[in-house]
Structure formats: C-alpha cells, structure tokens
C-alpha cells in the first residue's frame, strides 16, 4: 500500500524554468493538498481540492497552479520558478477535510538558483 | 496571517518528565484540531484530534485540551520519551481547508 507518493523528490531549478509536481494516493480519498513547509513558517497551504476537477485557493497560492484530472492524482506548476519557491513541497490527502486525518507524502526538497 | 500559532519554536524535556506544546488560534468557526508529529526527511503523520464540542481528547501518552474561552489548546505528553522527540504541528479545519501553525522541535533528553 503506497499511500502518497510524490515525484521527483529533489530537483533544482533555474530561476525562469517550469516543472511539474505530482502526487498520486492509493487511497481513494476525495481530499487534496498541496502545503510548502519553510523554516520559521510551518507548513502553509498553497492549493488544494475537494474531489476530482476542483481546485481551490489556499493560503499562499501566488506563483503556482494546480490541476486534479483524476481523483487519484494532484498536481502542482510553477510556471516561472523563482528563488522565493524553495522549499520542502508536502502533499497529503484525506477522506474528508473535517475530522479524518491527513496523510502526507515524503516531500520533494526544491531549490531554485 | 496564519489561524493558529505555536509562539514556542522549541521545547526541551528530559526523558520521563510531562511535554505541554502550546497552539493559539484566532478563527472561532473551526470543527477540529489535529496534531501532527514530523521526524526529519519523512512526512507529517497525524497523532491526535479534538473536535469542537469537547474540552480533552486523550490517547495513549497524549492528551489535546481545548480552552475555546482563551482560544488556546495544548498537547500533553506523558510520559515523554526520546522517541517523541519531533517537530509538532497544530492544525486546524474548518470544513475543506487544513491549515497549520509554525511548529513546535520538542526533544526529549535521555
């Protein structure tokens, strides 16, 4: 049972170039987000979505775009990468977004030169 | 702004003795808090949850109080062991968002 697996889990970017990240879960679950977690700043929340074809805004959703084509798989753009998007990408998923836990994939450690 | 906020960056205990990891938050319409425990390299995986019409949750060695007067909640840990040693995330859900405060190093000294 895989979970949430994110790829790749480490890639370095010029400033200026786009990528793609994906996550996939095995779960079944309607629930999906994307957060970056930084030093002093926790895990935020950048995009996330409610069942397959929604997407919506979440707290620091500037610079990135979403897409969720099949229930199973969340993904996440940067178009243009800037220095300000490295960080450590967190994607998770749930059943529901109320009491039911979250799962979290690995991370994918992005650093943008 | 974020909702909720852990004002302590670390905490330090000695192996045996009560962890109390401390979350304020400021949005009075959430259905639940979650905490999250995260080692190193690896993703945040959940421990615990109090929803909005209690006062304590307990399992195990954890315990999560809710004072929704002073808008603050706490995570007991006893007895700590060196194991809990983690970055500890509060999270909160008001229906289809789950955000998170700044996080909490607890280590546990041997």
């Known amino acids: 049972n895989a979970g949430v697996t994110q790829t790749p889990k480490f890639r370095v970017l010029k400033t200026g170039q786009s990528m793609t990240l994906l996550c996939a879960q095995d779960?079944?679950?309607?629930?999906m987000y994307w957060y970056r977690q930084d030093p002093g700043m926790g895990l935020r929340l950048i995009h996330y979505?409610?069942?397959?074809?929604?997407?919506a805004k979440g707290e620091v959703p500037d610079g990135y775009n979403v897409s969720r084509l099949k229930k199973q798989n969340f993904l996440l753009g940067l178009e243009s990468a800037a220095p300000s998007q490295t960080s450590v990408y967190f994607c998770?998923?749930?059943?529901?977004?109320?009491?039911?836990?979250?799962?979290f994939g690995q991370g994918t450690r992005l650093t943008v030169v | 702004d974020q909702q909720v906020k852990q004002n302590s960056p670390s905490l330090s205990v000695q192996e045996g003795r009560i962890s109390i990891l401390n979350c304020d938050y400021t949005?009075?319409?959430?259905?639940?808090f979650l905490w999250y425990k995260k080692y190193p390299a690896e993703g945040p995986t959940f421990l615990i949850s109090?929803?909005?019409?209690?006062d304590k949750n307990e399992d195990g060695r954890f315990t999560v109080f809710l004072n929704k007067s002073a808008k603050h909640l706490s995570l007991h840990i006893v007895p700590s062991q060196p194991g809990d040693s983690a970055v500890y995330f509060c999270?909160?859900?008001?229906?289809?968002?789950?955000?998170f405060g700044e996080g909490t190093q607890l280590t546990v000294n041997p």
């Open positions: 109090i929803s909005s019409i209690k």
């Open positions: 979505s409610v069942g397959e074809g929604t997407t």
């Open positions: 999270g909160e859900t008001s229906g289809s968002r789950l955000t």
């Open positions: 779960m079944n679950h309607e629930y």
């Open positions: 949005n009075s319409m959430f259905d639940y």
């Open positions: 998770a998923s749930s059943h529901r977004g109320w009491n039911t836990e979250a799962f």
